[in-house]
């Protein structure tokens, strides 16, 4: 019934929860309603980006308990879709567009070059996620590296929060100034700022 990369909702957002690996008859999650975290100001007027990170480790159960936890909702199971990639803002200028991408994908590499002892090693990873070993893998290669440990457990919350796949890494698509999409329907009461088009209501 529940499988790697299947989401568990519900219409009123009391359940919000994402199967990250199902193994041995357990079931490894994100809770989104309780791992959230609130993120820093990046600007000087001190306004917060709306969309909060998901820092957590993912949370184990047994997979009977889990269905004892979530059978009192009424949920619905879809398959997660992940809007992972490489994303450079339009408007700058192309040698901007091409440093900035080189930059993000050098990034996306590092990042991932630290958690992959874990990611893809078959005995740590199960470690990590069904297991309380998962600091002394974590602190394994903090020590080897002289990256922090906090650090490492955020890049791989990332990983497994967006898809378990390399373009987890590379930043949220809603901080990397994407293209903006008009809306689906147009309406009259959208005003254009600047010179009149006599093409389009914008």
């Known amino acids: 019934?529940?499988?790697?990369?299947?989401?568990?909702?519900?219409?009123?957002?009391?359940?919000?929860?994402?199967?990250?690996?199902?193994?041995?008859?357990?079931?490894?999650?994100?809770?989104?309603?309780?791992?959230?975290?609130?993120?820093?100001?990046?600007?000087?007027?001190?306004?917060?980006?709306?969309?909060?990170?998901?820092?957590?480790?993912?949370?184990?159960?047994?997979?009977?308990?889990?269905?004892?936890?979530?059978?009192?909702?009424?949920?619905?199971?879809?398959s997660a879709e992940y809007k992972n990639g490489l994303y450079v803002p339009q408007a700058r200028s192309h040698l901007d567009q091409q440093r900035i991408s080189r930059e993000r994908k050098q990034t996306a590499h590092n990042s991932y070059e630290l958690i992959k002892p874990i990611v893809e090693d078959k005995d740590k990873r199960y470690d990590y996620l069904y297991t309380t070993r998962s600091q002394e893998h974590i602190k394994e290669i903090s020590l080897k590296t002289g990256v922090s440990a906090a650090q490492i457990s955020r890049f791989l919350s990332q990983y497994f929060s967006r898809g378990g796949c390399f373009n987890a890494m590379y930043p949220n698509y809603r901080y990397c100034g994407c293209n903006f999409k008009l809306p689906v329907k147009i309406s009259d009461e959208i005003i254009k700022r600047g010179n009149k088009s006599e093409t389009t209501n914008y």
């Open 1 to 78: 019934m529940f499988n790697k990369h299947s989401q568990i909702v519900t219409e009123t957002g009391s359940l919000n929860i994402l199967i990250v690996d199902v193994s041995h008859k357990k079931i490894a999650f994100i809770d989104f309603n309780r791992s959230r975290v609130e993120r820093k100001s990046r600007s000087k007027s001190g306004v917060k980006p709306k969309y909060n990170r998901n820092q957590s480790k993912p949370e184990m159960m047994k997979i009977g308990d889990f269905i004892e936890m979530i059978e009192k909702y009424k949920y619905t199971v879809r």
